[in-house]
């Protein structure tokens, strides 16, 4: 003989299933990273005791302020990243949920990615050397840089690298610094021909660049909108498509006359 269960005993029946199935979804891997805003470096000084850029060659000269490369940080490619991650980072202005395989490319495994970073970073500093020795007029022959950041990857940092090159040996043309005295962060591929190229993070990146001090942010371009999205107080963007432009803006702040593009 079958007993009746009351309404409020079948509907408790009725919810386990479902409390189940949404426990086992909130703690269940899914396929995203969680992003913060990152360390930065300063090129033209030293970075965990290495010299970053080292001229030979040429005389290198004595600069002062900070050209500081900014990066973001993410959860690994093999870490588990539960419903909960998600929702408690989904509304932070200082975190970005986004699918892993836009971070890293889907089925490498941890020290193939890794590789592919290292590779990266090479193809920038390589690329950053070109461009500045360029626009410099200088012979690759007879000016060798040497690049050194441990630990970071990725080409993101080819602009910063090109114009810490051209301050070391060139600062702004005519005797003053590229940075004018000031901390200047920013981000950006760069091509030996000198074209600034988009990264991506550029939200976050803003925020470590004010964290570490930086007033001005040199971004991409095509950037803009996704770096005023979160823009934090007393950081001015500055737009950039080429190296020559980036130069040509780092030196009208530097000298104050002219006007200098905004996003």
Not at 138 to 162: I, N, Q, R, Y
Not at 169 to 196: C, E, H, K, W
Not at 207 to 215: K, N, P, V
Not at 253 to 260: A, F, N, Q, R, T
Request: glycine share 12%; with cysteine; charged share 20%.
């Amino acid at each position: 003989m079958l007993s009746r269960l009351t309404r409020p005993q079948a509907v408790a029946v009725c919810a386990l299933p479902v409390v189940a199935l949404l426990a086992t979804a909130a703690f269940a891997p899914l396929p995203f990273s969680v992003a913060q805003p990152g360390m930065t470096a300063n090129v033209l000084g030293e970075n965990k005791g290495t010299q970053v850029i080292t001229v030979s060659g040429a005389s290198a000269r004595r600069t002062s302020g900070q050209l500081r490369m900014v990066t973001i940080e993410a959860t690994g490619p093999d870490a588990r990243v539960s419903l909960l991650d998600v929702l408690g980072n989904w509304f932070r202005t200082d975190r970005a949920v986004m699918p892993r395989d836009a971070v890293y490319p889907s089925g490498d495994t941890v020290k193939e990615i890794e590789q592919h970073n290292a590779a990266q970073m090479q193809q920038s500093q390589d690329a950053a050397t070109q461009a500045a020795l360029k626009y410099l007029g200088l012979s690759a022959d007879k000016v060798k840089v040497s690049l050194k950041l441990a630990d970071v990857g990725g080409p993101s940092a080819g602009l910063l690298f090109t114009l810490g090159i051209i301050d070391k040996l060139d600062g702004d043309g005519s005797g003053g610094d590229l940075t004018g005295g000031r901390t200047i962060a920013g981000t950006g591929t760069i091509d030996a021909d000198g074209t600034v190229g988009a990264v991506g993070g550029v939200a976050l990146k803003t925020q470590a660049a004010r964290r570490d001090g930086a007033t001005v942010f040199l971004v991409p371009k095509a950037e803009c909108a996704d770096a005023k999205a979160e823009l934090p107080k007393g950081l001015k963007l500055v737009p950039v498509t080429t190296l020559k432009g980036a130069v040509n803006s780092l030196t009208v702040l530097e000298k104050g006359k002219g006007s200098v593009p905004s996003c």
